[in-house]
C-alpha cells in the first residue's frame, strides 16, 4: 500500500510540475528537478532509492522508442555522420577527458575507475535535449542531431562503461576482443531491433483492433530489451533500430483508428514517465549528500572539474568534427557549410539527464572504486548542466539567431502535396461514383476542395479570419447545441447511454478534426 501511495504522490506532483511549467513558459524537466531538488530536503517526505536497473531496463526503453518512433528516418540517415561523431566519437573523448582530470585530482584512484566515471557523465540525455531543443525552435536539422546524438549515445557509453569495469576488476581483454566484443553487441542489437521490429509489423498488419495495437505498441520495446539483455546484446541499439523502422512504416501498418488512438497512449506514457523520471533525480540529492564521506573541498573541486571537462571537450569537437569534414569535396557538396553559431548551439545543448545517474548508481560497492563521490559527481553534472545549459540555451539560441521559423515553408510545401493529393482524391471519386447519388458525390467533392483551401489559407493573412476558421468557429457552436440535446435526452430517458456514448464519439472526432485544423 506504501508503494502505491508514494508512486501516486510522484505523478500527482509531476503534473502537477507540468501544469506549473506550461503555464509560466517553463521548461517541464527543469521545473520537476528543482522541485524535486526542494522536496528532497523537506521533513517527512520518503526517501527515494533510484534503482539502476528500473531506469536501464524499465524507463528508458519506452522513451527511447517513442523518441525512435517519432524521428524521422530520412532526415536520420542523412545527419548519420554528425550523429555518429557524436554519439560515438565525442562520448569516447569525453570519456578519456574525464578519466585523464580526475586521475590527476586523485591519483589514488585507479585510471579505469576514472574512465568509468567518464563513461558515466559522457552522454546526454535524451529526454532533456529533444524537450529543450523543440522548445527553443531550432533548425530541422539541429534537432535531428541531437535527437540521434542522444538516441545512440547511451549505447557507447554504457559499452565503454562495461569495459571500465572489466578493467578494473582485471578481467578486461585485449584491443581486438574489446573490439569485437563492441562489434558483437552493436550488430547483435541491430539484429535483434530489425527482427523484432519486423516481426511486430507483421502482427501489426493481421491486427484490426486498435486496442490490441496500442498494446503490442506498448510491448514492444520491453520485448526488445529483454531478449537483447538476454543474448547479451545492445538493448539500446535494439530499441532504437526497432522504433525507426516502425516509426517510418508505421502509415502502412495501422488503420487511422489506430494511429490516432496509439498517439494519444504515447503521448501520455511520456508525459508520465518523463515528468517522474527528473522527479526522482531531483530527489536523489538528500541520499546522496547523506552517503558522502569526501571532504567538501575535494568534492567540489572534482564537480567542477568534470564540469567543465565535458563543457569544453564537447566545445572543442563540435568545431573539427564540424569543418574538417566538409574538406571532403564529396562531404561539402553535399552538406552546406553552417554558420558558427550553428555549431556552438550544439555543444551547448549537452545536458545530461536520468541515463548518467543510473550508470553511476551501478558504480556503488567497488572496493577500489570511491562509488559515493562519483555517484555524487555524476549527480551533480546533471543537475548543472540542466539548470545551467536549459535555463540559458534558449537566450544563446535567439542571441545567435540560430532559430529558424519553418511555417510559411511547410505550409507551402503541404499546400502543393495537399493539391496532388485531392486531385487524386477526385480522380478516385470519378473512378467509384457510379451508382451513388448526385448528392453524395456533390458533397465529397465539396470536402475535398475545402481541406486544399485549408492548406492554401495558412499562407494568407493571419490577422483576418480565413473562411476555414469561420467553418470551425461556427461548426463548434453548432456541435455544442447537438452534444447538449443528446445530454438532455439521456438525462430525460429518452435514450439510452449507449446512444449517448456512439454520438458523442462522433461528434468528438469531428471537434478533434477542427481543433487540429486551428492549431495548424
Known amino acids: 500500500m506504501e508503494a502505491i501511495v508514494d508512486t501516486v504522490v510522484l505523478v500527482t506532483i509531476s503534473v502537477l510540475g507540468a501544469a506549473l511549467a506550461r503555464r509560466f513558459g517553463l521548461i517541464a524537466p527543469l521545473v520537476l528537478l528543482v522541485a524535486g531538488l526542494a522536496l528532497s530536503f523537506v521533513p517527512g517526505v520518503p526517501t527515494v532509492h533510484l534503482e539502476p536497473e528500473l531506469v536501464l531496463l524499465g524507463i528508458l526503453p519506452p522513451l527511447l522508442y517513442v523518441a525512435a518512433l517519432r ?65 527553443v525552435g531550432l533548425p530541422r536539422r539541429v534537432v535531428t542531431i541531437l535527437d540521434g546524438e542522444s538516441l545512440l549515445n547511451d549505447a557507447s557509453a554504457l559499452v565503454l562503461l562495461r569495459i571500465s569495469v572489466g ?81 517510418h512504416r508505421i502509415p502502412y501498418l495501422l488503420s487511422a483508428t489506430s494511429r490516432l488512438q496509439m498517439e494519444a497512449v504515447w503521448r501520455l506514457l511520456t508525459f508520465l514517465l518523463e515528468g517522474v523520471v527528473f522527479l526522482l533525480v531531483g530527489l536523489q540529492l538528500r541520499e546522496l549528500v547523506a552517503g558522502l564521506e569526501t571532504s567538501p573541498a575535494t568534492t567540489a573541486a572534482v564537480t567542477g572539474a568534470v564540469f567543465a571537462t565535458v ?149 494568407g493573412n493571419q490577422a483576418q479570419e480565413t473562411p476555414s476558421a469561420a467553418y470551425g468557429r461556427l461548426r463548434r457552436k453548432m456541435i455544442a447545441a447537438e452534444r447538449h440535446v443528446f445530454k438532455v435526452a439521456r438525462n430525460e430517458g429518452r435514450i439510452p447511454e449507449e446512444v449517448l456514448t456512439r454520438a458523442q464519439r462522433e461528434l468528438d472526432l469531428e471537434e478533434s478534426y477542427l481543433t487540429r485544423s486551428d492549431d495548424e
Request: glycine letters at 8%.
Open 71 to 135: 524521428t524521422s528516418v530520412p532526415a536520420f540517415t542523412d545527419a548519420l555522420r554528425p550523429i555518429l561523431l557524436l554519439a560515438v566519437g565525442l562520448v569516447v573523448v569525453s570519456a578519456f577527458a574525464v578519466g585523464a582530470v580526475v586521475h590527476l585530482l586523485l591519483p589514488e584512484v585507479p585510471f579505469a575507475a576514472c574512465l568509468a566515471l567518464g563513461a558515466v557523465v559522457a552522454p546526454p540525455d535524451a529526454v532533456s535535449a529533444t524537450a529543450v531543443a523543440r522548445r
Open 167 to 247: 578493467a578494473l576488476l582485471g578481467t578486461a581483454a585485449g584491443f581486438w576482443e574489446i573490439a569485437g566484443q563492441v562489434v558483437l553487441k552493436g550488430g547483435g542489437g541491430l539484429l535483434i531491433g530489425l527482427l523484432a521490429a519486423i516481426w511486430a509489423a507483421w502482427l501489426h498488419r493481421r491486427i484490426e483492433d486498435p486496442l490490441l495495437d496500442d498494446a503490442l505498441s506498448v510491448l514492444t520495446p520491453f520485448v526488445v530489451v529483454i531478449v537483447a539483455e538476454w543474448l547479451h546484446t545492445s538493448s539500446v541499439v535494439a530499441v532504437v533500430v526497432a522504433g525507426l523502422y516502425l516509426g
Open 311 to 459: 563543457v569544453v571537450v564537447r566545445f572543442a569537437w563540435m568545431y573539427p568534427a564540424t569543418y574538417l569534414a566538409r574538406l571532403v569535396p564529396r562531404v561539402r557538396a553535399r552538406e552546406q557549410r553552417p554558420a558558427p553559431a550553428v555549431p556552438a548551439v550544439v555543444a551547448w545543448a549537452g545536458m545530461r539527464g536520468v541515463v548518467t545517474l543510473a550508470a553511476a548508481l551501478t558504480l556503488t560497492g567497488y572496493p577500489s572504486l570511491p562509488g559515493e563521490l562519483f555517484v555524487f559527481v555524476a549527480f551533480a553534472v546533471i543537475v548543472l548542466t540542466l539548470l545551467v545549459h536549459g535555463t540559458t540555451l534558449p537566450w544563446l539560441s535567439r542571441r545567435l539567431g540560430v532559430v529558424e521559423d519553418t511555417s510559411v515553408q511547410d505550409a507551402l510545401a503541404e499546400a502543393g502535396v495537399q493539391h496532388a493529393a485531392s486531385r487524386a482524391a477526385l480522380a478516385a471519386l470519378e473512378q467509384n461514383a457510379d451508382g451513388a447519388p448526385p448528392a453524395v458525390v456533390e458533397r465529397l467533392r465539396a470536402l475535398t476542395d475545402s481541406r486544399a483551401n485549408v492548406a492554401w489559407e495558412r499562407l
